[in-house]
């Protein structure tokens, strides 16, 4: 019975041929455009995690930079009673990261913690000196006793100089 329905409606059947291919031309796209827009939307999540990674990433870096200052800081406060020289290195070396991660006034201020942290480690390895003339020990020990001053001074103002840019507000902003 089915066969001859088949036989008799032959000529229909042929004529729904490029019906089905016409369909089937609007199935595919159909199915590469919703393909497109899944590969757009997970472009756009990958490239917004990406974005976030930076600024993770830059967070990371300006935050060693505060670290490495305050530590500065602290390691020549007058409290201290021990200053560590074997890591004044690796601070140093952090705070002159700070031109390519901060805008010129963070800069400017890692500049001066290091450049005292500097003149302190200076001073420091010429008064171990044996051969050193009394005046110019009294002189750089007179030096010596202004550092943990401007140090101190300095180190009341770190977290403003630095607060604009390790805030939450920093992480969160957009473009």
Not at 59 to 86: D, G
Not at 112 to 125: I, M, P, T
Request: net charge neutral.
């Amino acid at each position: 019975m089915m066969w001859e329905w088949v036989h008799t409606h032959h000529d229909d059947l042929q004529a729904l041929g490029p019906l089905a291919t016409i369909f089937a031309a609007l199935i595919a796209v159909v199915v590469t455009g919703a393909l497109g827009i899944a590969q757009w939307h997970i472009a756009r999540a990958q490239k917004d995690i990406a974005y976030d990674r930076l600024k993770l990433d830059l967070f990371e870096k300006r935050h060693s930079v505060y670290k490495a200052t305050w530590s500065l800081c602290l390691a020549l406060m007058p409290s201290n009673k021990r200053v560590p020289y074997e890591r004044f290195g690796q601070w140093q070396n952090t705070l002159s990261e700070a031109p390519f991660l901060f805008p010129a006034s963070v800069v400017e201020f890692t500049r001066k913690v290091h450049g005292l942290s500097f003149d302190w480690e200076q001073n420091a390895e010429v008064l171990e000196s044996e051969n050193l003339d009394e005046s110019i020990r009294e002189s750089i020990i007179r030096q010596q006793e202004k550092i943990p001053k401007e140090i101190g001074r300095l180190r009341i103002m770190i977290n403003a100089v630095f607060e604009p840019e390790l805030s939450f507000r920093q992480l969160t902003r957009r473009r």
